[in-house]
């Protein structure tokens, strides 16, 4: 009894893989004409979509479709998390292998065990990724990507220029060039990932490029989140009122309008031919803070839309000046999405938001896979000319502290200049104090 359990377990379980093995998850290709005809995707004349070849890469299997005429690949895209669901439908795939099989103990109760070994096993849905090349291309994946990538530092020593980590995607190492997309759109629903971005994007340029990068961050939400990056050397201010974002962002415009007078003057096209080695990140952490739209103090609106104003201009001219702007909310609409900042924008990185409308207005038109992410920390859409999903690095505060650490001294900051601007118009009597070491 007890051996024809077992080897009818044993049995089962190579069918199993061998059967997964060969023909990838099951008939998919049926499932996803079905989805396909079921969800619309059939043009006037009553054509469907054609299976052209499928194959097996590396964990995952690859369908390729020729697409009727008349439609898009917009139109199959919109409704990929109409095929993810459709193909996870009834029955969730279970991930057993031979070697949880040989785990069952002979001697005890083998039913119990084996119920123990499927409770423990996690369910995963199969995950696709659409693209097109003349033909619709599906890929389903036979394991789920991975749901925690810690930050190494072998990933900086992958990136080249001014390249920062974000994460992987299922294929590859994912870089973001920030001297190729100078401007970066980040969003995401609250809890997602946004600032644990932020601080593996800071901790990356510090510990990268200390001697040519500084960053301004404008954390209206108190400054808790960078206030352990306050004191280091390339930092330039860590504002956390309108006053002070105005006032950082005033000191930025006036430098980013000598460098365009010299460059103008000097026929340079741009930073690059200048041979100009600096570059000025100016990280606005939530833009609802800085958002003018809404806002009842007269004056705190006042103070806002100069903001608003300088972080547009930025966006606009100052790309080809050597200033970088990292432009984040968790509200997705058009108050806090300055059009010219999104559309000068090149990149975006964009975490799970809550609804389709609040993806299309970060991600373009149409392009709602920002509400279909699933519910993982650091799990993102990152847009350039091409789109992935991503798992971004996590970088925890141990990291952090050891990459900032040797830059974190004494300086005196700004105290002369405010002194001299006293209480100037829009911004507040704070001055800069002097920063102490804290090793
Ligand atoms: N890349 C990641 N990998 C794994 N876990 C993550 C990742 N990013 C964030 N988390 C987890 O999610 C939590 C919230 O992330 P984070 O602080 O970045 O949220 P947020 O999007 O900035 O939210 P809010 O807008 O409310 O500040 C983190 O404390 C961490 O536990």
Redesign the pocket.
Known sequence: MLFEILSSLVAGGIAATTYFKQHGTGDDKTKIERIAANAGLVSKDGKKIRIYRRTKGEGFTEYVFQIPLGLSFADFEKKKHVFEDGLNIKRSTLDISLADLKTIHLRSNILEQTKTILMKKKKFRKEIEMSFDGMLKIRIYERPMPE??PFSDSMLSQCKGWEIPIGVSRCDFVTHDFDAIPHMVVA?A????????LKLLVSSLIARRPDDVKITILDLKGGL?FAKFKDVRQVEAVAKSPAEALEALRTIRDEMNRRLEHFLGAGIEDVKSAGVKERHFIIVD?AAQIASAGETDKEIKRLKVECEHILSEIARVAGALGYRLIFCT?YATADTLPRQIKQNADAKLC?RLQTEVASQVVLGEGETDAAHLPLI??RAVYVTDRKNIV????VADDDINRLIEPHINIRPRKEKKDIEKGNREGATSRSYSLVISET
């Open positions: 925690w990538l995401g609250t809890r997602k990932g946004k600032s644990a971005f989140s939530e968790q975490f920390p650091g798992q971004c690095a996590y």
